[in-house]
């Protein structure tokens, strides 16, 4: 451990029980997405009264801080704040205090990893170059970023770290990966409009839910024997709605998923295949098909140098054998992508598995354990220091 990592171990020591009963009150208050006001508002105090310059509103609820010489380059930050619409099941005395909403992805721990990393840099002055942390809204429906980035948040950012908890590995441990990181995303919708008639008699009409359940299979079984299997793409369906009757064929029926995809070419060429799919299927059975592809957001690509870097510094605080590098990237999708099309950065994974392992993310049964806030904040306060000096 150099001597820099002993200060910033030093400079935590005294507030890290703060910044759990931080993150557990957080826990026990979340917010949805676009509507983190008390969050927002919370945050921006904390930050204040460790000196930090703060903006509050930034990309509609977002809150940014900053630190340093205002002519020095600008090394950012970003966490994300919002919770999800999931009913708590883990039975802790902090749990959620609001029926049906939940931090069930750890953005609660994410908020307080930014707060203590803006507090250990705070105590120690360590750096005379311009440090930006970005406290981000609405990551679940992947509009934060695009919010904050039209109000100009990356500014003069020569490089941005983030960072995500992940259940797959115990505390102590991270995962990194260069390159790409996650996948691109979309929402695809559907709807495959027939014609209704009589229960007793389904060949009068034209089945719009038999139809549906044709377009699901043959969309797997296109993407099987159609697609190259080395470019893996997802298609899942969250939601089927239709019909209006249990003895009425049903005229008209609505598909809604998502689509998943590690290539950004092949990617870029799905919703013309899926429409050309979905409409043959449609077709060959006398209905017709309406399709929508939203994209969410881009695959992100974690700058190799910047990898490096966090790399090296987290092996001050763990050793080697608890740095795991990743084989292969993430389906799941992240809208910090967005930010790395205007800016290199890196993102990393932080264990928070415990002794008793960990329920996924986006599960009501999510419970992180608190010990791997320490790491996080450990990591990245050295990261960002090391790469202001290295400017």
């Not at 793409?233 to 689509?259: D, M, P, Y």
């Not at 795991?324 to 930010?339: H, T």
Request: neutral net charge; aromatic residues 6%.
């Amino acid at each position: 451990m150099n001597d820099l990592a002993k200060k910033i171990n030093d400079s935590l020591k005294d507030i890290l029980p703060a910044l759990i009963q931080l993150r557990r009150h957080l826990h026990a208050h979340p917010e949805l997405s676009g509507q983190e006001y008390q969050t927002a508002a919370l945050v921006a105090g904390e930050l204040r009264k460790s000196g930090w310059e703060v903006k509050e509103a930034v990309g509609r609820t977002g809150v940014v801080a900053e630190m340093g010489n205002k002519r020095g380059p600008v090394v950012g930050l970003r966490v994300d704040m919002d919770a999800l619409p999931i009913e708590e099941r883990t039975g802790l005395d902090y749990a959620s205090s609001f029926q049906g909403l939940m931090h069930a992805c750890g953005h609660d721990l994410h908020t307080c990893i930014g707060l203590g990393v803006a507090k250990v840099l705070a105590k120690n002055k360590f750096t005379t170059s311009r440090i930006r942390i970005i406290f981000q809204p609405a990551e679940e429906i992947a509009q934060g970023a695009n919010w904050m980035r039209a109000e100009k948040v990356l500014d003069g950012v020569k490089a941005l770290f983030g960072v995500h908890v992940y259940p797959d590995l115990s505390v102590g441990k991270i995962g990194i990966r260069s390159g790409t990181f996650t996948a691109a995303a979309a929402e695809l919708e559907i709807d495959i409009v027939g014609d209704g008639g009589h229960g007793a008699r389904p060949h009068e009409g034209i089945d719009s839910i038999w139809i549906a359940a044709k377009v699901i299979s043959g969309l797997q079984e296109a993407i099987s024997r159609r697609l190259d299997a080395l470019k893996p793409v997802v298609i899942s369906f969250g939601k089927i709605s239709g019909g209006n009757a249990f003895n009425v064929i049903a005229e008209r029926v609505k598909l809604l998923g998502t689509v998943r995809c590690l290539d950004i070419n092949l990617y870029e060429k799905l919703p013309k295949w899926i429409e050309k799919i979905v409409k043959n299927i449609a077709s060959n059975y006398g209905a017709q098909a309406q399709i929508k592809f939203k994209s969410i957001a881009p695959p992100v690509y974690n700058d190799p140098e910047l990898t490096n870097l966090l790399s090296t510094c987290a092996k001050n605080f763990i050793d080697e054998k608890n740095i795991v590098y990743l084989e292969n990237p993430s389906l799941g999708a992240e809208d910090f992508a967005f930010f790395l099309q205007d800016v290199p950065g890196t993102m990393f994974r932080l264990g928070v598995a415990g002794d008793k392992g960990c329920a996924p993310l986006h599960s009501g049964n999510f419970s992180l354990d608190e010990r791997s806030l320490e790491l996080g904040i450990k990591i990245l306060s050295q990261t960002i220091i090391m790469s202001t000096e290295s400017s």
